[in-house]
Protein backbone atom coordinates (compact mmCIF):
# COMPACT_ATOMS: atom_id res chain seq x y z
CA UNK A 1 0.00 0.00 0.00
CA UNK A 2 0.92 3.69 0.36
CA UNK A 3 0.60 6.26 2.72
CA UNK A 4 -0.70 8.97 0.38
CA UNK A 5 -1.80 8.88 -3.14
CA UNK A 6 -3.34 11.66 -5.22
CA UNK A 7 -6.06 10.54 -7.55
CA UNK A 8 -7.36 13.51 -9.72
CA UNK A 9 -10.31 14.50 -12.33
CA UNK A 10 -11.39 18.04 -13.74
CA UNK A 11 -13.87 17.53 -11.10
CA UNK A 12 -11.74 16.66 -7.59
CA UNK A 13 -8.88 15.07 -6.15
CA UNK A 14 -9.24 11.74 -3.99
CA UNK A 15 -5.97 11.48 -1.30
CA UNK A 16 -5.98 7.77 -0.33
CA UNK A 17 -4.12 7.06 3.35
CA UNK A 18 -3.39 3.35 3.17
CA UNK A 19 -1.25 2.10 5.83
CA UNK A 20 1.30 -0.34 4.73
CA UNK A 21 1.24 -3.71 6.11
CA UNK A 22 4.88 -5.79 5.45
CA UNK A 23 4.31 -9.77 6.60
CA UNK A 24 7.93 -10.73 7.84
CA UNK A 25 8.14 -13.18 4.94
CA UNK A 26 8.27 -10.39 2.25
CA UNK A 27 10.48 -8.37 4.43
CA UNK A 28 13.13 -11.37 4.07
CA UNK A 29 13.56 -11.57 0.65
CA UNK A 30 14.47 -7.97 1.09
CA UNK A 31 17.30 -8.65 3.33
CA UNK A 32 16.08 -10.65 6.29
CA UNK A 33 15.19 -10.39 9.85
CA UNK A 34 17.13 -6.70 10.59
CA UNK A 35 14.53 -5.24 8.16
CA UNK A 36 12.15 -7.11 10.13
CA UNK A 37 13.12 -5.88 13.43
CA UNK A 38 13.87 -2.02 12.33
CA UNK A 39 10.11 -2.25 10.54
CA UNK A 40 8.52 -3.30 13.77
CA UNK A 41 10.34 -0.41 15.84
CA UNK A 42 9.57 2.01 13.41
CA UNK A 43 6.34 1.18 13.45
CA UNK A 44 4.28 3.12 15.45
CA UNK A 45 0.68 5.62 14.77
CA UNK A 46 2.39 8.85 15.68
CA UNK A 47 5.27 7.74 12.91
CA UNK A 48 2.48 7.20 10.23
CA UNK A 49 0.83 10.22 11.00
CA UNK A 50 3.88 12.84 10.71
CA UNK A 51 4.68 10.85 7.40
CA UNK A 52 1.61 11.45 5.92
CA UNK A 53 1.53 15.18 7.18
CA UNK A 54 4.66 15.48 5.03
CA UNK A 55 3.10 14.20 2.14
CA UNK A 56 -0.18 16.13 2.46
CA UNK A 57 1.85 19.37 2.99
CA UNK A 58 4.08 18.21 0.03
CA UNK A 59 0.31 17.71 -2.52
CA UNK A 60 -0.29 20.90 -1.62
CA UNK A 61 2.51 22.90 -2.22
CA UNK A 62 2.43 21.21 -5.73
CA UNK A 63 -1.08 22.78 -6.26
CA UNK A 64 -0.44 26.43 -4.93
CA UNK A 65 -1.65 28.67 -7.74
CA UNK A 66 -4.14 25.44 -9.40
CA UNK A 67 -7.38 26.56 -9.68
CA UNK A 68 -8.88 24.91 -6.32
CA UNK A 69 -11.28 21.54 -6.62
CA UNK A 70 -12.96 19.81 -3.82
CA UNK A 71 -10.59 17.20 -2.28
CA UNK A 72 -11.53 13.85 -0.44
CA UNK A 73 -9.63 12.10 2.28
CA UNK A 74 -10.06 8.78 1.88
CA UNK A 75 -8.90 6.37 4.71
CA UNK A 76 -8.48 2.68 3.95
CA UNK A 77 -8.48 0.15 7.18
CA UNK A 78 -5.58 1.23 9.87
CA UNK A 79 -5.17 4.71 7.07
CA UNK A 80 -8.42 5.73 8.74
CA UNK A 81 -6.91 6.18 12.08
CA UNK A 82 -5.04 9.08 10.70
CA UNK A 83 -7.97 10.92 9.02
CA UNK A 84 -9.22 13.47 11.96
CA UNK A 85 -5.53 14.93 12.58
CA UNK A 86 -4.71 15.20 8.79
CA UNK A 87 -8.00 16.70 7.59
CA UNK A 88 -7.23 20.21 9.05
CA UNK A 89 -3.98 20.17 6.71
CA UNK A 90 -6.15 19.35 3.04
CA UNK A 91 -6.96 23.21 1.86
CA UNK A 92 -10.01 22.27 0.32
CA UNK A 93 -11.64 19.40 1.76
CA UNK A 94 -15.35 18.58 0.86
CA UNK A 95 -15.69 15.35 3.23
CA UNK A 96 -13.68 12.19 4.89
CA UNK A 97 -14.18 8.64 3.67
CA UNK A 98 -14.11 5.59 5.47
CA UNK A 99 -13.28 2.40 3.75
CA UNK A 100 -12.89 -1.32 5.96
CA UNK A 101 -12.29 0.77 8.97
CA UNK A 102 -15.23 0.94 12.01
CA UNK A 103 -14.79 4.52 13.09
CA UNK A 104 -14.08 3.09 16.37
CA UNK A 105 -10.97 3.72 18.58
CA UNK A 106 -8.44 1.21 17.66
CA UNK A 107 -8.65 -0.31 20.78
CA UNK A 108 -12.64 -0.64 21.30
CA UNK A 109 -12.79 -2.69 17.43
CA UNK A 110 -10.18 -4.70 18.33
CA UNK A 111 -11.74 -5.80 21.95
CA UNK A 112 -14.97 -6.62 19.61
CA UNK A 113 -12.92 -8.56 17.10
CA UNK A 114 -11.09 -10.34 19.63
CA UNK A 115 -14.36 -11.54 20.93
CA UNK A 116 -15.45 -12.48 17.59
CA UNK A 117 -12.54 -14.62 17.31
CA UNK A 118 -12.70 -15.75 21.06
CA UNK A 119 -9.17 -14.13 21.57
CA UNK A 120 -9.96 -11.79 24.48
CA UNK A 121 -7.94 -13.93 26.88
CA UNK A 122 -5.22 -13.40 24.12
CA UNK A 123 -5.86 -9.56 23.89
CA UNK A 124 -6.04 -9.41 28.16
CA UNK A 125 -2.55 -10.18 27.88
CA UNK A 126 -1.60 -7.54 25.70
CA UNK A 127 -3.35 -5.10 27.35
CA UNK A 128 -1.54 -6.00 30.83
CA UNK A 129 2.07 -6.28 28.67
CA UNK A 130 1.25 -2.44 27.05
CA UNK A 131 0.15 -1.50 30.72
CA UNK A 132 3.05 -3.11 32.58
CA UNK A 133 7.00 -2.55 33.06
CA UNK A 134 8.38 -3.84 29.65
CA UNK A 135 10.55 -1.58 27.54
CA UNK A 136 8.99 0.27 24.41
CA UNK A 137 11.03 -2.16 22.17
CA UNK A 138 9.99 -5.32 23.27
CA UNK A 139 7.87 -7.73 20.87
CA UNK A 140 4.38 -9.18 21.29
CA UNK A 141 1.95 -9.67 18.61
CA UNK A 142 4.08 -8.54 16.25
CA UNK A 143 4.38 -4.85 17.38
CA UNK A 144 6.16 -3.42 19.86
CA UNK A 145 4.88 -2.37 22.88
CA UNK A 146 5.73 1.62 21.78
CA UNK A 147 3.29 1.18 19.08
CA UNK A 148 0.67 -0.86 21.13
CA UNK A 149 0.74 1.89 23.97
CA UNK A 150 -0.12 4.66 21.50
CA UNK A 151 -2.49 2.44 20.18
CA UNK A 152 -4.34 1.64 23.48
CA UNK A 153 -5.17 5.57 24.03
CA UNK A 154 -5.69 6.52 20.11
CA UNK A 155 -8.69 8.47 19.64
CA UNK A 156 -10.74 8.10 16.24
CA UNK A 157 -14.53 7.98 17.11
CA UNK A 158 -14.82 10.86 18.91
CA UNK A 159 -12.68 13.05 16.51
CA UNK A 160 -14.83 11.31 13.45
CA UNK A 161 -18.36 12.42 14.95
CA UNK A 162 -17.12 16.14 16.08
CA UNK A 163 -15.40 17.10 12.22
CA UNK A 164 -17.04 19.37 10.50
CA UNK A 165 -16.76 17.75 7.09
CA UNK A 166 -19.17 15.42 5.29
CA UNK A 167 -17.91 11.15 6.26
CA UNK A 168 -18.81 8.69 3.87
CA UNK A 169 -18.44 5.05 5.56
CA UNK A 170 -17.63 1.68 3.53
CA UNK A 171 -17.58 -1.72 4.33
CA UNK A 172 -18.41 -5.16 3.27
CA UNK A 173 -20.64 -7.29 4.47
CA UNK A 174 -18.31 -10.54 4.64
CA UNK A 175 -15.09 -8.60 6.22
CA UNK A 176 -13.19 -10.85 8.06
CA UNK A 177 -10.98 -8.29 9.87
CA UNK A 178 -13.57 -5.96 10.83
CA UNK A 179 -16.46 -7.23 13.09
CA UNK A 180 -20.17 -5.94 11.71
CA UNK A 181 -20.98 -5.17 15.44
CA UNK A 182 -17.87 -2.67 15.74
CA UNK A 183 -19.26 -1.07 12.11
CA UNK A 184 -23.24 -1.07 13.09
CA UNK A 185 -21.77 0.55 16.54
CA UNK A 186 -20.34 3.28 14.89
CA UNK A 187 -23.23 3.54 12.46
CA UNK A 188 -25.36 4.15 15.88
CA UNK A 189 -23.04 6.79 17.34
CA UNK A 190 -22.89 8.93 13.92
CA UNK A 191 -27.00 9.20 13.50
CA UNK A 192 -26.08 12.32 15.84
CA UNK A 193 -23.41 13.89 13.93
CA UNK A 194 -23.76 17.40 13.52
CA UNK A 195 -22.51 17.30 9.62
CA UNK A 196 -23.06 14.89 7.13
CA UNK A 197 -22.74 11.23 7.54
CA UNK A 198 -23.84 8.42 4.82
CA UNK A 199 -22.96 4.80 5.64
CA UNK A 200 -23.04 1.68 3.09
CA UNK A 201 -22.65 -1.95 3.41
CA UNK A 202 -21.44 -4.16 -0.10
CA UNK A 203 -23.58 -7.15 0.18
CA UNK A 204 -21.01 -9.95 -0.29
CA UNK A 205 -17.67 -7.68 -0.45
CA UNK A 206 -14.74 -8.49 1.92
CA UNK A 207 -12.60 -6.01 4.38
CA UNK A 208 -11.03 -4.70 0.89
CA UNK A 209 -14.42 -4.47 -0.79
CA UNK A 210 -13.88 -6.97 -3.17
CA UNK A 211 -16.61 -9.46 -4.31
CA UNK A 212 -16.42 -12.14 -7.91
CA UNK A 213 -16.94 -9.65 -10.49
CA UNK A 214 -17.03 -6.41 -8.50
CA UNK A 215 -14.29 -3.54 -7.29
CA UNK A 216 -16.19 -1.87 -4.60
CA UNK A 217 -13.38 0.77 -4.33
CA UNK A 218 -14.05 1.67 -7.36
CA UNK A 219 -17.93 2.07 -6.54
CA UNK A 220 -16.81 4.44 -4.14
CA UNK A 221 -14.68 6.58 -6.38
CA UNK A 222 -18.53 6.52 -9.17
CA UNK A 223 -19.99 7.78 -5.71
CA UNK A 224 -17.55 10.60 -4.76
CA UNK A 225 -18.15 11.50 -8.33
CA UNK A 226 -21.79 11.82 -8.15
CA UNK A 227 -20.90 14.12 -5.28
CA UNK A 228 -18.77 16.27 -7.15
CA UNK A 229 -20.75 16.51 -9.69
CA UNK A 230 -23.85 17.61 -8.13
CA UNK A 231 -22.87 19.23 -4.47
CA UNK A 232 -26.22 20.53 -4.28
CA UNK A 233 -28.04 17.23 -3.63
CA UNK A 234 -25.88 16.22 -0.59
CA UNK A 235 -23.57 13.51 0.07
CA UNK A 236 -26.12 11.25 0.83
CA UNK A 237 -27.89 11.18 -3.10
CA UNK A 238 -26.89 7.28 -4.44
CA UNK A 239 -24.95 6.44 -1.60
CA UNK A 240 -27.19 5.76 1.51
CA UNK A 241 -29.80 3.33 -0.54
CA UNK A 242 -31.19 -0.11 0.85
CA UNK A 243 -29.22 -2.66 1.74
Not at 30 to 53: E, I, S, Y
Amino acid sequence: GQLLRAQQRHIGTVLLLQRMVLAQRGLARLGGQVQVAAFVQADTLGAWLAHALAALRADARDREGATPLPQWLVGISEGAELLPALAPAVPHLAGLVLIGSSGLDPREAMALQGERQGATAQLQALEQAQAGRLPDTAVREGRSLRYWREFWQWPLARPLLDAPWPLLQVWGAEDALVPQAAYQRFRTLAQDRAAPYCARQLPGADHGLQRPGHDGVQQVWAWLELWARAPGKGLCTGVAVPE
